[in-house]
């Protein structure tokens, strides 16, 4: 397996427009996660899948921020409208729910620029 | 409400000594703990893992120990290496690890040659 996939590694986009950020979670992982990493915060959580339904999203900054899962294979983060303190690296993470002591694989993450 | 904290933000350590990161948290429902690895431009990659069953888990030149009752845990790497370099996430989780993650700010380690 090639691992979590997440695409562009790299976006850099002008306050006001919309982002979307993809993630492809490692076959047969039935949890993904999003998180952002910031200088202040570390690894923030923003919201969790099982089995394609989410389950948290408490993380989610605020109203702007949307995430889906619409299959087992493929999820988004899309930010709109994206603020320069939306700047940040984005990660996406899979593992095995219900399979204790499991942990979790990162992809190489989205670094967000917003300007 | 940072439930998992490292107080370090950096340390530097001479190859060949030890290294020790610190870990603290205190959420007592916690009882599944982890550090990751981070490289400039990568995600984080799992290292080594904890279950609050034990006190002491170790693999190769990493350790990592566990205090329940002073809600801490450090990991351990001796010798260190240059490779060592990078930024190191203590997480923790509930349900034994059937729960979601939780991370702490990370610790960037340097290895001096």
């Known amino acids: 397996d090639a691992g979590v996939i997440q695409s562009p590694r790299h976006e850099v986009t002008e306050m006001g427009q919309e982002v979307t950020l993809r993630c492809k979670p490692i076959?047969?992982?039935?949890?993904l996660f999003w998180y952002r990493q910031t200088m202040m915060r570390g690894l923030e959580l923003l919201i969790y899948f099982n089995n394609n339904v989410p389950i948290d999203d408490s993380g989610m900054p605020e109203d702007r921020f949307s995430a889906k899962m619409p299959n087992a294979s493929f999820s988004t983060l899309k930010i709109q409208p994206s603020e320069p303190r939306d700047s940040a690296v984005y990660f996406c993470?899979?593992?095995?729910?219900?399979?204790?002591?499991?942990?979790?694989?990162f992809g190489q993450g989205t670094r967000l620029t917003v300007v | 409400d940072q439930q998992v904290k490292q107080n370090s933000p950096s340390l530097s350590v001479q190859e060949g000594r030890i290294s020790i990161l610190n870990c603290d948290y205190t959420n007592s429902m916690f009882d599944y703990f982890l550090w990751y690895k981070k490289y400039p431009a990568e995600g984080p990659t799992f290292l080594i893992s904890?279950?609050?069953?034990?006190d002491k888990n170790e693999d190769g030149r990493f350790t990592v120990f566990l205090n329940k009752s002073a809600k801490h845990l450090s990991l351990h790497i001796v010798p260190s290496q240059p490779g060592d370099s990078a930024v190191y996430f203590c997480a923790a989780s509930a349900n034994f690890g059937n729960e979601k993650l939780t991370f702490g700010t990370g610790t960037r380690l340097t290895i001096i040659p």
């Open positions: 904890i279950s609050s069953i034990k």
């Open positions: 993470a899979s593992s095995s729910w219900g399979t204790a002591n499991t942990e979790a694989f």
């Open positions: 076959s047969g992982h039935n949890s």
